[in-house]
């Protein structure tokens, strides 16, 4: 393949450019705002579920604590009305009044029974309620990070994306000059090579896999008329000669 020492240079230029963009592109995809925001993701995934959880505990705790609100309370009311019958006279039978009597000790007994069940709800309810609420303030604060990040890495990536725009219309511009066919060789090198398809020889030394070529080499690059398009025999990448191959 035949091309001009200049734009055989000018390829070099092209391969930089490129080079900065895989950076760039790297870059957007490593920002370091995106690693802590997937922690944080999965931190307040967690937090979510275990906010419902709780959520459901306490309303759940909620009906069971109204429940024996109301279970006191009828036990309550029965006592009373049994203390106004025998307060009032209206147990005239001696038998009614000491089967009352027992009925009462009994309600006592039972509404002492229901008080600590009323007791013991409580506090699980109020335990559960100040945990909904612990988890509700870390939650937030989690929210509140994530917004923070957010938004710092959407401030770094459109920097990233800009100096992208920049770059790309320099390669653009100085693709443009280079061969077509020259250009397409240096495109299906790139994508096979780890994105180097071109290299500058300096001091006897391949730019792209790093190999000194010896004195025969050298001899058979120095005779090469200045517009063949050279490869370097070890990686196949295009070695492009500059004043500084020490041919």
Known sequence: MKAGPEAQLKLLDVQELDTRLDQLRHQLEHLPETKELAELGATRDALEARVRDTSIRVD???????????DVEQVKTRRTRDRQRIDQGLVNSPKDRERMQHELVSLE??????????????EQLEAAQKE?????SELAGVQE???TLEAARTERASG?????????GQRDQLAAGVDADLLAVYDRLR??????GAAALRARRC?????????????????APADEVLRCEECSRILVRTSESGL
């Open 132 to 136: 909904l609420a612990d988890l509700e």
């Open 207 to 223: 730019g792209g896999c790093s190999l000194e070529l010896n004195a025969a080499d050298l001899g058979v690059i120095a005779k």
């Open 145 to 147: 990070r994530i917004g």
């Open 60 to 70: 759940d705790l909620g009906r069971t604590q109204r429940k024996a609100d109301a």
């Open 191 to 196: 994508a096979q090579k780890g994105g180097v």
């Open 160 to 168: 990233v994306e800009q100096e992208q725009a920049q770059v790309r």
């Open 109 to 122: 007994r039972r509404i002492t029974e229901l008080e600590d069940v009323e007791l013991e709800v409580m």
